[in-house]
């Protein structure tokens, strides 16, 4: 009797071999995750909070982030990284707040106009000024 489901093989994907062969990887993650951001946009509902062109730019920027890379072996961990985050995105893993912290807000996107209450007392500004990261 076969199962109702069929389990698909989740494996690593073989290391590149060269340079050349990583590069293509990194387009190929561009590619995907580019075509899921209408995926994205709508699990998340973030029409109002942000474009699918900014998405875009916060994916590339994460990609410009890691270009002085040039050991194939790192490449391939950062894409197996940016796989997970990925698939963890698109699974619904993660909430809507974690998606604009990340990538909207985190990502200089949206301006953060809202200053903190830095405190009336002179314990409390202190305090703030030292604790902010």
């Known amino acids: 009797m076969a199962a109702p489901f069929t389990l698909r093989k989740i494996g690593v994907p073989p290391n590149s071999a060269n340079l050349t062969e990583a590069r293509r990887r990194v ?19 973030l029409q109002d909070v942000v474009a ?3 998405l875009r730019f916060a994916i590339s920027a994460q990609i410009r982030k890691n270009a002085h890379v ?11 990284k940016g796989m997970e985050e990925l698939t963890d995105i698109v699974d619904h893993a993660k909430q809507r707040h974690h ?15 809202g200053s903190k209450d830095q405190g009336k007392s002179d314990f409390l500004k ?7 990261f």
């Open 70 to 80: 040039t050991d194939p072996k790192v490449i391939d961990l950062l894409l197996f």
């Open 27 to 45: 387009f190929d993650y561009f590619r995907a995750a580019c075509r899921s951001i209408p995926t994205i946009m709508d699990i998340y509902n």
């Open 99 to 113: 998606i604009i912290g990340q990538y909207v807000v985190g990502e200089g996107l949206v301006q953060n106009t």
């Open 126 to 132: 202190n305090f703030y000024t030292s604790n902010y």
């Open 52 to 54: 699918p062109s900014q």
